[in-house]
């Protein structure tokens, strides 16, 4: 495995960026990827393809979803419970098939990554093994404003083992007129706690920002303090280059339905280091399918824990929104991350390039300008857009046309180009739109 720099530099784009539909259609027909768009289904707005940019939020639909599904609702009808074995993709053990692909996806060992529940579950789960807090270290840091499902975990975590959430959450926030954190801020909080932290987990991506965190120093750091560092990769997986393995983290979960395409609520990914894998000492919250395998079906009273990530399994495998994963991973297996990083990289690139077009003419025009809140060195494909002096119309009226984005109050459009499906027609349509409702 490479041992590789976090986050990947941003590669020079050598594209000569222009604010015109010809440029696009041209980048379009250079593009490598371009043929994968045709493999998702798009939502229609006057009998054209919508300009999708919530990847981010919910994927689209790879059209192979259904077959996938399909086949295990065969087998089901032609096994019954005999499908557990017999099945063509055997429900005993489905969750197998998505291991090894999983674990390139992440970076990963395939005995580090397994496919279970929910995100929020999966974090609550590795948190009764890795946050195990003592009177002397009990302190959770985190960043300021995560994703409100965290925020819920974390706190009620922190109840749960009788302390004060305000005394023992560490939130991390941006400075006073800033939007995103300073690494070298969590570094300094880390340092100041170091005596008392237990846990460091925050998001591998903001969600709000899209920023990215430098996830092997913030893990080295915490370590050096003595901590337990885990990440939530809800916004990383599918749109990060992670070397989850390498970069020494000790746990991580994230959902299949945002940049992973597996379908709303599709069950969730969990990463433990393998140096984990053997503990005699970390609890859990135990069900037979975290029992040795292969003596799973004697039903014995002693719980014999499986060496792998695999032993934080509860249930039996969720084997319909599983079969729409695997088809989605196919597709991510097939592409590679790192061509859909490069074609990340050059497809945000140039979003930024024609919002900085638009601001060219309001300047002129003396108007408020756009700002891109997510930095530049620090980012997958999502930006995060302030349209200052705008409110909720300006977002109603770019989804009455047809352009599909995320608002977040007051004033933040998420837009997320993705680069398996999105194209730089798609940037440049959203551009035209925006434009002329400034
Ligand atoms: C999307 C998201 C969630 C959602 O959690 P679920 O358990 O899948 O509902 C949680 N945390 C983060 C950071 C997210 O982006």
């Known amino acids: 495995m490479n041992t590789s720099i976090n986050p990947a530099p941003l590669r020079k784009i050598n594209m000569n960026y222009q604010n015109t539909l010809e440029f696009a259609i041209e980048a379009d027909s250079n593009d490598q990827l371009k ?16 300009v999708y940019f919530t990847g981010n939020s919910l994927g689209l639909q790879p059209k192979t979803t259904q077959d996938s ?10 096994f019954g419970v005999e499908g557990h074995f017999h099945a063509r993709n055997p429900w005993f053990s489905y969750h197998e098939l998505l291991n090894e692909k999983t674990a390139k996806l992440v970076g990963a060992l395939p005995s580090e990554v397994v496919m279970m529940n929910q995100l929020t579950v999966n974090l609550h789960l590795l948190m009764v093994s890795f946050y195990r807090p003592t009177k002397q270290r009990y302190k959770i840091l985190c960043e300021a404003k995560a994703f409100p499902s965290d925020q819920y975990a974390l706190q009620s975590q922190v ?7 305000n005394d023992a959450l560490i939130e991390v926030a941006p400075r006073e007129g800033e939007y995103t954190i300073r690494h070298e801020d969590i570094y300094a909080a880390i340092e100041k706690n170091k005596n008392e932290l237990a846990l460091v987990l925050i998001g591998g991506v903001n969600y709000f920002s899209g920023q990215v965190f430098d996830m092997k120093a913030i893990t080295e750091a915490g370590h050096k303090a003595g901590a337990v560092v885990g990440f939530d990769l809800a916004h990383a997986a599918g749109n990060l280059k992670l070397q989850l393995h390498d970069w020494n983290l000790d746990f991580a979960a994230w959902c299949s339905y945002k940049y992973l395409n597996a379908g709303p609520g599709s069950v969730a990914g969990a990463f433990v280091h393998e140096r ?16 040795d395998k292969t003596e799973r079906f004697k039903m014995e009273r002693e719980f014999k824990p499986m060496k792998s990530v695999e032993r934080w399994q509860m249930s039996n495998a969720p084997i319909l929104s599983m079969a ?12 590679s991350m790192d061509a859909l990083i490069e074609k990340s990289h050059s497809l945000t690139g ?28 620090n980012r997958g494909c999502q930006l995060s857009i302030i349209a200052h002096g705008k409110g909720k119309d300006l977002f109603n009226q770019l989804m009455a046309q047809g352009v599909i984005l995320d608002w977040r109050e007051p004033n933040v459009i998420r837009c997320a180009p993705v680069p398996l499906y999105n194209s730089y027609e798609d940037v440049f349509r959203f551009g035209e739109v925006l434009s002329s409702l400034l």
């Open 324 to 335: 729409a994963y695997k088809a989605s991973l196919a597709i991510f297996d097939e592409v």
């Open 35 to 50: 043929t994968y768009r045709d493999q998702f289904y798009f939502p229609m707005f006057n009998d054209r393809e919508v």
């Open 276 to 291: 984990h894998h053997n503990s005699t000492e970390l609890p859990l919250f135990a069900g037979w399918w975290g029992h």
């Open 350 to 377: 140039y979003l930024e390039f024609v919002v900085e077009e638009i601001n060219k003419k309001l300047k002129a025009e003396g108007k408020e300008l756009l700002q891109i809140i997510t930095p530049k060195e």
């Open 159 to 165: 109840k749960f083992h009788g302390f004060d959430i």
């Open 69 to 78: 599904i399909v086949d295990e609702l065969e087998d089901w009808a032609t």
